[in-house]
């Protein structure tokens, strides 16, 4: 696996930063972690599919976030979208760090995760909305060029997935996701088995990608990362699809006119892509 990131950069740098991007209570189990264990976490996480949920990879995720909204906005009053969040709080956390009392915007199905999310996020500083919809209608609730920043944090694949779903009658919203992933790795499954994924899933996909761009002001900026956990491909998530997500994506958006591909320095393209709007 190519890695995620460059492990020499980030040890130093997480080790130096903890204090500002975590909390209390993690910055303490964080201090109760050995300069091994460190390593050996940081590692981990940069060079293998994930298998393990600790302080370092939040601690990561957050701050490689925050140098992803650093590096594409530069105003006072952030306005970012998250699309498909589930119940993953880094960028809110880090929202709140960096730009405390700005507006954090989700558009996530799934009511059980939305639960989860305001759960973990309800002592930040931030303005936050949570929608419960399907992106591909999100302009009906915010209006067009509103946000600075659209935020897919390991959202295509899940995205994907629930598209696959609905073509299936399988219902994503009410359900566990967690419960419902075999099922949907099955769907997987059988798409490469018979080279359906693109005919089936690549006009939605895309047409919400189209839909997103609208409610991005001009030089706003979509930022869409992945990775692969353990447990997906344990349960018989196709490798190959679930490693080349963003080359695949990346080659689906050839069709998607009024963005282009801006690359970052130091955001390796085979995890990342980011989109600007002209
Ligand atoms: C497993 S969670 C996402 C996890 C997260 N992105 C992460 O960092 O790993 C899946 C979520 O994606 C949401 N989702 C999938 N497609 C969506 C869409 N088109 N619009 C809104 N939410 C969507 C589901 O409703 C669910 O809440």
Redesign the pocket.
Known sequence: MIPLDHYEKWLPFLKENAHFYLNKKEHEEFGLLSEEEIKRQLKDLLEKPIANFTVVNELYFRARWAEVIRTIYHGDDLKLLE??????D?IPQVMSCIYPGSQYIT????KI??QSLLDKTKDLHLKMRVIE????YIEKHIGREYVDVIA????AN??I???LCDREGID??YSD?METLPKMIEILQKEVKDNTLEQHAKTPFLG?LKTLSGVLKKGGVIAINHYMFQLDLDWGYPADLFENMIPMVRQWMAGLDGCEEIFLEEFDPKWWIFLKKN
């Open positions: 699309v498909a969040t589930g119940d993953a880094m558009a996530n199905m799934n995760l939305n919809d399907d992106a591909a897919f944090q390991h959202a899940d995205v997935q629930a598209i994503t919203i996701w919400l």
